[in-house]
């Protein structure tokens, strides 16, 4: 296998979780009856770049296809988390109503509702029909094509060149990340900012955050190596914050390298000596993390024999991708875990990719009233806990196996 980014031999393995099927490859009642396509899924990392990327075996036309069912909106810390930025954003670079802000990836269109609110042009960019379709509806220009520098050109060409580029959980999505970064040195205005929020691999590693792992995850990034594909992709990194979204995110701001002018302040220093200091460019740093996965596995798998034995019943709440992701590597199906409960209606009626375990609305979790409930997305567990407090009242217990295990 070659690296992504340097096109060097990779041989170092970071973990192999078997095999699956696409995350987001939700079954439906035409399909719950036909053979699902599994591909490996398989870690390895660039001991020259330390680019830590997954063994390819699916095309991303494949993965982001009209029956991709992520909708941002439906997390409303999400959603808090977005107002949040777009407020912070207009403030430090002063945009307005002759400004033009740009997001990639932009889903439902979250993010860009609080910017259209605010009087400020914008536009998306996304791939995926059934969310650009629900940001048309909210009367958000959506572009439904995938990002690079050929669409970047285009769009420049035709006066849609940002002062503001957004780009959030994408950066891992893209298998020629090289192309894709490049696409933002081609779309910003001169003194133009891209921000870009992804994971931090240094997080996934320490606190084995094995299940943020998946086939529509390409790369894992750290701060380090963002950096240095940034250098040679025309962007120059001037600023970093750590935010707490997906078990632990870097928010990275970057300026076109050949306009720019905003000197590269003290963040960016710290956070590279701090991931030099644990040792993210040594092979050390990333041995044990496969153990580490197995006794989470193990973990998990007791608990629920456990419960069958006492003839107690368990369900789950969130269809997401990292519960898909634990789910397949541990093997577990409908006669361990009855039903995953999930507010999106996109997703209600259908089933797990591999699991095949079928995905109710909350309605079917109060009637059903399990003992218990596995929160599967555990990076909102507070915010699940609160929403389905009631299930106190029938005595039930919530469980979360990431990072650490638990029953409360």
């Given at each position: 296998m070659k690296c992504r980014h340097c096109s060097a031999e990779i041989t170092f393995q970071l973990i192999d979780l078997g095999t699956a099927p696409p995350s987001n490859a939700y079954l439906t009642e035409?399909?719950?009856?036909?053979?699902?396509?599994?591909?490996?899924?398989?870690?390895?990392?660039?001991?020259?770049?330390?680019?830590?990327?997954?063994?390819?075996?699916?095309?991303?036309?494949?993965?982001?296809?009209?029956?991709?069912?992520?909708f941002s909106s439906f997390s409303s810390a999400w959603l808090r988390h977005s107002e949040a930025y777009v407020e912070k954003m207009v403030q430090l670079l002063g945009l307005d109503h002759s400004s033009m802000v740009a997001e990639i990836a932009s889903n439902d269109g979250y993010l860009l509702q609080f910017v259209r609110s605010k009087d400020i042009p914008c536009y998306g960019v996304e791939p995926t029909a059934s969310t650009a379709h629900a940001a048309r509806d909210q009367g958000i220009e959506t572009i439904e094509e995938f990002f690079?520098?050929?669409?970047?050109?285009?769009?420049?060409?035709?006066?849609?060149?940002?002062?503001?580029?957004?780009?959030?959980?994408?950066?891992?999505?893209?298998?020629?990340?090289?192309?894709?970064?490049?696409?933002?040195?081609?779309?910003?205005?001169?003194?133009?900012?891209?921000?870009?929020?992804?994971?931090?691999?240094?997080?996934?590693?320490?606190?084995?955050?094995?299940?943020?792992?998946?086939?529509?995850?390409?790369?894992?990034?750290?701060?380090?190596t963002v950096v240095d594909i940034f250098k040679v992709c025309g962007l120059s990194v001037f600023h970093v914050e750590q935010v707490p979204t997906h078990g632990g995110s870097l928010r990275v701001f970057?300026?076109?390298?050949?306009?720019?002018?905003?000197?590269?302040?003290?963040?960016?220093?710290?956070?590279?000596?701090?991931?030099?200091?644990?040792?993210?460019?040594?092979?050390?740093?990333?041995?044990?993390?496969?153990?580490?996965?197995?006794?989470s596995k193990a973990q998990l798998l007791e608990f629920l024999a456990t419960a069958k034995e006492k003839s107690q019943h368990v369900a789950a709440y969130g269809a997401a991708a990292k519960g898909n992701t634990f789910l397949n590597y541990a093997r577990v199906k409908a006669d361990l875990i009855e039903y995953v409960a999930?507010?999106?209606?996109?997703?209600?009626?259908?089933?797990?990719?591999?699991?095949?375990?079928?995905?109710?609305?909350?309605?079917?979790?109060?009637?059903?009233?399990?003992?218990?409930?596995?929160?599967?997305?555990?990076?909102?567990?507070?915010?699940?806990?609160?929403?389905?407090?009631?299930?106190?009242?029938w005595g039930a217990k919530f469980v979360v196996v990431q990072p650490d295990f638990r029953i409360w």
């Open positions: 035409a399909t719950i009856n036909q053979p699902e396509t599994w591909f490996p899924l398989n870690v390895m990392v660039c001991e020259k770049c330390w680019l830590v990327q997954v063994e390819s075996s699916s095309r991303a036309a494949d993965l982001f296809n009209d029956e991709y069912a992520y690079g520098v050929e669409l970047a050109t285009h769009l420049a060409k035709n006066s849609k060149s940002a002062d503001l580029i957004a780009a959030n959980n994408v950066l891992a999505h893209v298998p020629d990340i090289n192309d894709f970064v490049r696409g933002f040195a081609v779309l910003l205005k001169e003194e133009g900012v891209a921000t870009f929020e992804f994971p931090h691999l240094m997080k996934m590693i320490e606190d084995r955050q094995f299940d943020t792992i998946y086939h529509e995850h390409y790369s894992y990034l750290s701060f380090s970057a300026q076109r390298s050949d306009s720019g002018r905003r000197d590269i302040d003290g963040s960016v220093k710290e956070l590279l000596e701090r991931e030099f200091a644990v040792g993210m460019k040594t092979k050390e740093f990333y041995q044990g993390f496969e153990s580490d996965a197995e006794l999930d507010r999106n209606p996109a997703k209600q009626g259908k089933w797990m990719p591999g699991s095949r375990i079928p995905i109710v609305d909350e309605a079917h979790l109060q009637a059903s009233k399990p003992d218990f409930v596995v929160i599967l997305p555990w990076n909102i567990q507070d915010e699940v806990a609160d929403q389905l407090a009631y299930i106190r009242q």
